[in-house]
C-alpha cells in the first residue's frame, strides 16, 4: 500500500538528497502513520471495553499518542524544509531532531502514565472477561505495528531521519506490548489466571525503555556527535584519489540536520607545484565531495617542501617517538627552524578525543620526549583533537 502511495506522491522519490523528496517520504508516512494508529485505537479500546481489561485499555491510549506523535513528526518534517534564511543560513534541519526529541519525550511520559495505572490495578484488581473478537483485535494490532516499525525503519534508513527511526522504535515495542497484552489475556481464558494488571505494568516498561532508546539516538546529533566512520573513510579516499593530494588531516564534519552536512579539512600538496592547478584540483575534490555524500566541503591547502629529505626522515622518527606516549596520534604541518644554537621543530600533534590529558601535559610530555631524543632541538607543538573519533 506504501509502495503504490509513494509512486502517486512522490514524485523522483529515489532522490533521497532533495529536501523536498525527503520532505514527501516524512509527510506521507506521518498521515499514514496517523490514520493507522487511529484505527488501532479504536479497535483496542472497544477489545478494552468488551473484556475490561486495563491492558488493553492503556494499549489503546498508548496507540492514540502514537497518532498525537505523528502529527509532531508531520510538523517537524514540515519546518525542517523551511530554506534557509538570515537567521538560520544552514537551514531548519534539526528541527526534525527536535521533533524526535519530543516524540521520545511523549513515549516516556505515557508509559509512565501507563505505569501509574497499572500499580493501582495490582492494589485493587477488577476481574477480565477475555473473549474472541478481543483477541482478534489485538492480533491484527500486533500484525499493523511490525508492518509499521518496518516501513518506518527502511524509509527512515533511506533518508536519513532520526525522527522516523524513534517512530521505528516505537512501533517495534508496541508490538511487543501488545503481544503481552494478548498473552495475558490468554492465561486468564485458559488458565483463569488474572494477571492483567501485570501485563500492563511490563507494557508500560517496554514504553519507557523504547522512549529512551530514541531520545538517545535524537539528542547525540543534538549534541554533535561523531561523523559516521564510512563517511570520514569515504571523503578521505575520494580527496586522495587524485594524485597532486599527497595527505589528509584536520578533517571535521558539522551535522546542520539530516541532508544538510558541511566539513572542513586540509590536504597535503608539494609546495613546488603550480597554484592555479592545484586550486583547480581542490575545487574538483570539493565538487566531487558534494555530487557523492550532499556535502559541502572546503579544503585549505597545506604546502609540503618535498625536496627536503632531511625534514620527513626526522618527521618520521617524531611520529615514531610519539607512538610512545599514544598509538593513535599522528603529526602534520611540520617544519624545522634551525637556528645558530638550536632547531625549532614545529608541528601539529593530533591526539583521539578519547585521550583525557589537557592540552598542557601533553606538550609538556612531548617536549619532555623529544628533548631526550634531541638535544639540541626545541618542540613548538599545537595539540589538535581528533574529531572523527567518539568518545
Keep these: 500500500m506504501l509502495k503504490l502511495l509513494t509512486r502517486i506522491f512522490i514524485k523522483d522519490s529515489e532522490n533521497v538528497k532533495d529536501p523536498k523528496v525527503r520532505g514527501a517520504y516524512g509527510i506521507l508516512c506521518g498521515v499514514y502513520g496517523i490514520v493507522l494508529n487511529l484505527l488501532l485505537f479504536a479497535g483496542k479500546y472497544i477489545a478494552g471495553s468488551l473484556s475490561g481489561s486495563m491492558a488493553i485499555v492503556a494499549d489503546a491510549f498508548n496507540s492514540l499518542s502514537d497518532a ?36 521520545s519525550v511523549i513515549i516516556i511520559t505515557v508509559g509512565f502514565e501507563l505505569l501509574k495505572s497499572s500499580l493501582i490495578k495490582i492494589v485493587h484488581p477488577e476481574p477480565v ?32 531521519s532520526a525522527a522516523m527511526q524513534a517512530s521505528a522504535a516505537d512501533s517495534a515495542s508496541d508490538s511487543i506490548s501488545t503481544a503481552v497484552v494478548l498473552l495475558s489475556m490468554g ?16 507494557v508500560s516498561a517496554f514504553i519507557i525503555l523504547g522512549g529512551f532508546e ?7 546529533p543534538l549534541l554533535g556527535q561523531a561523523p559516521d566512520p564510512e563517511l570520514v573513510k569515504g571523503i578521505e579516499e575520494l580527496v586522495l584519489s587524485h594524485c597532486e593530494l599527497l595527505g589528509v588531516h584536520d578533517l571535521v564534519v558539522h551535522d546542520y540536520g539530516p541532508g544538510r552536512l558541511m566539513a572542513s579539512l586540509h590536504a597535503e600538496v608539494d609546495g613546488k607545484g603550480d597554484i592555479f592547478v592545484l586550486h583547480d584540483v581542490i575545487d574538483r575534490a570539493e565538487n566531487e565531495i558534494f555530487e557523492t555524500y550532499g556535502c559541502i566541503a572546503t579544503i585549505h591547502m597545506d604546502p609540503l617542501d618535498m625536496d627536503n629529505s632531511e ?35 614545529i608541528f601539529d ?43
Design 68 to 103: 498525537g506523535s505523528s502529527i509532531i513528526s508531520l510538523l517537524g518534517f514540515a519546518l525542517a524544509g523551511k530554506k534557509p534564511d538570515p537567521d538560520h543560513p544552514f537551514g531548519h534541519g534539526r528541527i526534525e531532531y527536535l521533533t524526535g526529541l519530543m516524540l
Design 129 to 160: 472477561v477475555p473473549g474472541l473478537l478481543p483477541a482478534l483485535i489485538l492480533l491484527v494490532s500486533i500484525i499493523v505495528k511490525v508492518y509499521m516499525a518496518g516501513y518506518n525503519r527502511k524509509i527512515g534508513a533511506k533518508i536519513n
Design 187 to 202: 492465561i486468564s481464558f485458559f488458565f483463569d489466571i488474572n494477571i492483567d494488571a501485570y501485563a500492563g505494568l511490563l
Design 214 to 220: 530514541s531520545a538517545k539516538d535524537t539528542i547525540s
Design 311 to 345: 625534514l620527513f626522515t626526522t618527521r618520521r622518527e617524531i611520529t615514531k617517538k610519539l607512538k610512545e606516549l599514544n598509538s593513535d596520534v599522528t603529526i602534520h604541518d611540520f617544519r624545522m627552524v634551525p637556528g645558530t644554537t638550536h632547531t625549532n621543530f
Design 349 to 391: 600533534a593530533v591526539f583521539p578525543v578519547t585521550v583525557r590529558d589537557s592540552d598542557e601535559e601533553l606538550t609538556e610530555k612531548i617536549q619532555a620526549l623529544l628533548r631526550e631524543n634531541w638535544p639540541d632541538c626545541c618542540a613548538v607543538v599545537k595539540i589538535d583533537r581528533d574529531y572523527k573519533t567518539s568518545l
